[in-house]
């Protein structure tokens, strides 16, 4: 598949500790030329090189006001799991570093057709509503937001939410002080024309997943985004490389593309690894694939035309891949 994206070279014009473990990132291009324009919910990709020739691929959620292109500001929370892109970010970026980004895409924009928003984040999932509160200030359709983070210490951002424009719309759960979020309450008593939205860890959003649809929410009315793909887990299964007849065993706890890129067998394009970009898909010719990217819709993932290599697995013993 062509790469849609586009990428540019950006510096770092700032960079602000929010929390213990979040900082936020001001990007500009060099020559002062304006961003490309984006909407709330967009993310970039971020590719980071170290001076020891490592290099690092991460999708970020745009924060900033989209009415702003003269720079894109991103939110990086240091993550104890990280594969080296968070650690690299709080670690070696400082005002001044380049860096190489995408350009802008949204998979996770406001649906027009709600008739209210009912915003749901989870810590560092506050990022996209950030944008998409600016395109709410002052429009039409009525919207909430539900900010939900372990302790006060933890909660990026909420000064500003506390204060700002969209103080009465906000409502903030902290763990520590016993204060959560009743999603049971939030979804029955959600109006038949309101969406539901979250961003944040997994188990947060598989919450909001499994309580809107016990409260008979429809699917196409729960939008919800997380990067950083989940931990490979599943057995075994084979892989042949159609256009060469290679056959390739992905072991467990394995993606495919570390399979292929460990035999040398094929290249692939990738660029995020978190099945975000969607570079890296490939059509499936045999078997079944057990998707877990966040690129293809709920109808192209039942369809089995193709899959994300970079993160998901087969639910057949054997995938006849186009490669
Ligand atoms: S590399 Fe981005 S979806 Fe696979």
């Given at each position: 598949?062509?790469n849609?994206y586009?990428?540019?070279s950006v510096?770092?014009t700032e960079?602000?500790?929010?929390t213990?473990?979040?900082?936020r990132?001001?990007l500009a291009?060099?020559?002062?030329a304006?961003?490309?324009a984006f ?7 971020v ?7 490592s ?5 970020y959620?745009l ?13 990086v ?10 650690a690299?970010m709080?670690?070696q ?13 949204n998979?996770f ?5 709600a008739g209210?928003?009912?915003?749901i984040?989870?810590g ?6 950030l ?9 039409a359709?009525?919207?909430?937001l539900?900010?939900?983070f372990?302790a006060?210490?933890?909660?990026a951002?909420q000064?500003q939410?506390a204060?700002g424009?969209?103080?009465d ?8 002080l ?28 598989d ?5 809107a649809?016990?409260?008979?929410i429809a699917d ?6 997380q990067?950083?793909?989940?931990p ?8 042949v490389?159609?256009q ?8 467990e706890g394995?993606t495919?593309?570390?399979a292929i ?18 570079t ?7 078997g ?5 990217d966040q690129y293809l819709?709920?109808?192209?993932k039942?369809?089995q035309?193709?899959m ?6 087969a639910?057949?013993a054997?995938?006849?891949?186009d490669?």
């Amino acid at each position: 598949m062509a790469n849609k994206y586009e990428m540019f070279s950006v510096h770092v014009t700032e960079v602000e500790q929010a929390t213990p473990l979040i900082k936020r990132f001001t990007l500009a291009r060099e020559d002062g030329a304006p961003m490309p324009a984006f909407t709330g919910g967009s993310h970039v990709i971020v590719q980071m090189q170290g001076a020891d020739g490592s290099q690092f691929s991460n999708a970020y959620s745009l924060m900033s006001d989209p009415r702003d292109t003269r720079s894109y500001q991103i939110g990086v929370r240091l993550e104890e799991q990280s594969k080296g892109g968070s650690a690299f970010m709080h670690q070696q970026v400082e005002v001044g570093t380049q860096l190489t980004i995408s350009s802008p895409n949204n998979l996770f924009a406001l649906d027009p057709s709600a008739g209210r928003h009912v915003l749901i984040a989870g810590g560092i999932g506050i990022t996209p509503f950030l944008a998409q509160l600016h395109e709410l200030e002052g429009g039409a359709t009525d919207y909430e937001l539900h900010y939900a983070f372990r302790a006060p210490e933890h909660g990026a951002f909420q000064a500003q939410l506390a204060s700002g424009p969209h103080a009465d719309n906000t409502h903030f759960y902290i763990d520590s002080l016993d204060r959560k979020l009743d999603l049971a309450a939030l979804c029955a008593s959600l109006a038949d024309d309101a969406h539901l939205y979250v961003c944040g860890p997994k188990p947060l959003i598989d919450a909001v997943i499994a309580t809107a649809a016990k409260a008979g929410i429809a699917d196409q009315r729960v939008h919800w985004e997380q990067f950083a793909a989940a931990p490979v887990t599943g057995a075994a299964f084979t892989v042949v490389l159609a256009q060469s007849g290679i056959e390739l065993q992905v072991e467990e706890g394995m993606t495919i593309l570390q399979a292929i890129e460990k035999s040398k067998a094929a290249k692939v394009e990738c660029l995020c690894r978190e099945g975000v970009c969607g570079t890296c898909e490939t059509a499936i010719l045999e078997g079944e694939a057990e998707h877990f990217d966040q690129y293809l819709s709920d109808e192209e993932k039942a369809s089995q035309q193709s899959m994300m290599l970079c993160v998901s697995r087969a639910r057949s013993a054997r995938l006849v891949l186009d490669l």
